[in-house]
């Protein structure tokens, strides 16, 4: 979103991006905070920013803020979009390091110390629009210290480990006051190896439990492209992964880490051969579905969020995952319709139990959001 703002041209589409979702009733919205090197940088050279890119985050925060949008900004990126952990290790090549793989991002001190530079830098931004620091502004949701690490020289997850606890303990001390999560796409590590066998066949250098059993982290996350991780496999099999996905990860944030769980993204690829919009709307139902589900047990899950939600106009960043809510009526019908039903059951979990456990129609009629009109004379 900031990547587009940064053209002024262009920035009436993260209005309408941000109108349609809140109209779908979405109140929550993950983007980057990062572009490292590159065109439209943020971050041109280690401590060095462009402003107008700066000026265009401060818009997406100020229209997010103007929807009634709560966002989560990720810092940094795993891959080499938008620069990312290859663009630190090349600056770090640059001035003469001795640099053997991307995965020194974690360990070398020069490089962690680029990264720290910028994490301070976003959260002390002063934003220009709405006149208020990043790390004071309540219209920001969380932090997330990175999209989707991996580390592929250590898969036990002990070096992402201590890069997660060095780096949240960090931004804690700039900024406590907001949420706090890693960016994790859910892989299990080492300290309970009997959890790798709901691995989709790999590792990749985290390990859900103690990374996010850092005392820093807020909330923990998971993503899941089965479409991608089990290439070939029907879409029975891809449908019985996710299951197994959520309902492990589901139960480990509720009984071990006793912390929420949120969803970070998921959707299902236009590119794959027998892709149909029926069989992703099935998809995203079954996780919709099961999402309700576990929070209606009043457990720690806290919402799913598309990967990815775009404006028409903006086909340059179509990666097969992309949703266009006006041009893509049954789904966002399919996205409301989940976003009332996870709001109607937030407000019924916020009240006294005894009040609303034991009506006969709530299990029967399937749709508390209408219980909820009936009850609250709520109209959205």
């Given at each position: 979103m900031m990547h587009v703002a940064a053209d002024p041209i262009e920035r009436y589409k993260i209005s309408d991006v941000f109108r349609d979702a809140s109209a779908a009733g979405l109140t929550v919205c993950r983007t980057w905070a990062?572009?490292?090197?590159?065109?439209r940088a943020l971050q041109i050279s280690p401590g060095v920013y462009y402003e107008r890119v700066f000026q265009a985050l401060d818009f997406v925060i100020s229209e997010a803020h103007k929807h009634g949008i709560r966002l989560i900004l990720s810092l940094v990126n795993n891959y080499n979009d938008y620069g990312g952990r290859p663009q630190y290790t090349q600056w770090g090549r640059n001035t003469g390091l001795q640099i053997t793989s991307d995965d020194d991002f974690y360990t070398n001190p020069v490089l962690k110390g680029y990264y720290k530079n910028h994490v301070k830098r976003v959260l002390t931004r002063f934003n220009t629009v709405i006149k208020v620091a990043y790390k004071d502004d309540p219209t920001i949701m969380a932090w997330e210290l990175i999209n989707e690490p991996r580390c592929e020289i250590d898969y036990s997850g002990?070096?992402?480990?201590?890069?997660?606890q060095e780096m949240a303990t960090y931004t804690k001390?700039?900024?406590?006051?907001h949420l706090l999560e890693i960016g994790m796409e859910g892989f299990y590590g080492d300290s309970m190896p009997e959890k790798k066998q709901n691995n989709p066949g790999y590792q990749v250098g985290t390990d859900f439990i103690s990374n996010n059993l850092v005392n820093e982290i807020d909330f923990a996350t998971i993503h899941a492209y089965p479409d991608i991780w089990l290439c070939g496999q029907s879409d029975y099999a891809q449908l019985a992964f996710m299951q197994r996905w959520m309902t492990s990860h589901w139960t480990d944030s509720t009984q071990i880490l006793k912390k929420p769980l949120v969803f970070a993204e998921f959707g299902k690829s236009n590119k794959y051969q027998g892709y149909t919009l029926s069989g992703r709307n099935v998809y995203l139902n079954t996780v919709y579905r099961n999402i309700y589900n576990f929070a209606r047990t009043g457990g720690t899950i806290g919402g799913g969020l598309i990967w990815q939600l775009v404006a028409e106009g903006m086909e340059s960043f179509y990666d097969g995952y992309e949703i266009v809510l006006s041009q893509n009526p049954s789904t966002a019908g399919l996205i409301a319709g989940q976003s009332y039903k996870m709001a109607a059951l937030g407000h019924m979990l916020s009240r006294p139990h005894s009040h609303f456990l034991n009506r006969p129609n709530y299990e029967e009629n399937g749709n508390p959001y209408l219980l909820s009109?009936?009850?609250?004379g709520h109209e959205s």
């Open positions: 990062f572009s490292d090197g590159g065109d002990r070096t992402v480990q201590g890069w997660v001390s700039i900024d406590n006051k009109r009936k009850q609250n």
